[in-house]
């Protein structure tokens, strides 16, 4: 089963932070795959003659990091990640108000989160909130498909599932906000208990499930599909 979601992949400028472009100098977080993170601060430092210091983590340890920085910031640019801690850190004063030129590109389905939060997070990108299945370990395994998110909570699955961490990994917090849309807060709660009883490993890194599954280390692996391929 698998369900769209908005992933607020997002240039957004920190509060208190220095001219960057004055110094010389861009320091960024980023939220996304290292070698995307790494694709961009190389444009943007090719297209504007600046040097680019550039630290990746996952959205919830990045929120974490510029919370604690809050008196004395240390980054220019938050870019990538889900929506949520980007939300969070502009309600909580943290972020700079920014709107982009290419605001109007974007659909409207998926323009709201800048407009209603007063432009602090402007959404880039989109992704597909599922689950990988590797084949090979399932066909050895001799166990069935499974065909929903409930299917992930049968018993024949235990120690066969991974999934991310929520505090250190917005992939896997927006993972529980899907659960309580879907169900409601009570259900969703009741059926993420049933789901922990198969978790074998709860990741860092919202992208690491995708890839053990892959590599054959797990037999499901929850994520962002795009981060699976």
Not at 144 to 159: A, F, Q, R, T, V
Request: proline content about 4%.
């Amino acid at each position: 089963m698998k369900r769209l979601l908005f992933v607020a992949a997002v240039l957004v400028f920190l509060f208190g932070a220095g001219n960057a472009l004055a110094k010389g100098r861009l320091v960024m977080y980023c939220s996304n795959e290292p070698f995307a993170c790494q694709e961009v601060a190389d444009e943007f430092a090719k297209q504007y003659d600046v040097k680019v210091q550039m630290t990746r983590a996952g959205s919830g340890s990045t929120y974490a990091k510029i919370l604690a920085e809050k008196d004395n910031p240390k980054a220019d640019v938050w870019y990538a990640g889900t929506l949520d801690p980007h939300s969070q850190a502009g309600v909580n004063g943290l972020l700079e108000s920014y709107k982009s030129p290419k605001l109007d590109e974007i659909g409207e389905l998926f323009r709201n989160p800048a407009t209603s939060k007063q432009n602090h997070t402007t959404g880039v990108y989109a992704g597909v909130l599922g689950y990988s299945v590797n084949t090979d370990a399932l066909k050895e395994l001799n166990l069935p498909m499974p065909k929903s998110w409930d299917d992930l909570s049968n018993p024949i699955y235990k120690g066969h599932v991974q999934v991310a961490n929520p505090q250190s990994s917005g992939t896997a917090y927006t993972v529980l906000a899907t659960f309580v849309q879907l169900w409601g807060e009570d259900e969703a709660y009741k059926k993420l208990a049933a789901l922990h009883k198969n978790v074998n490993q709860y990741t860092k890194s919202g992208s690491a499930p995708g890839k053990a599954a892959a590599r054959g280390e797990t037999l499901i692996g929850i994520g962002f599909l795009h981060d699976h391929a």
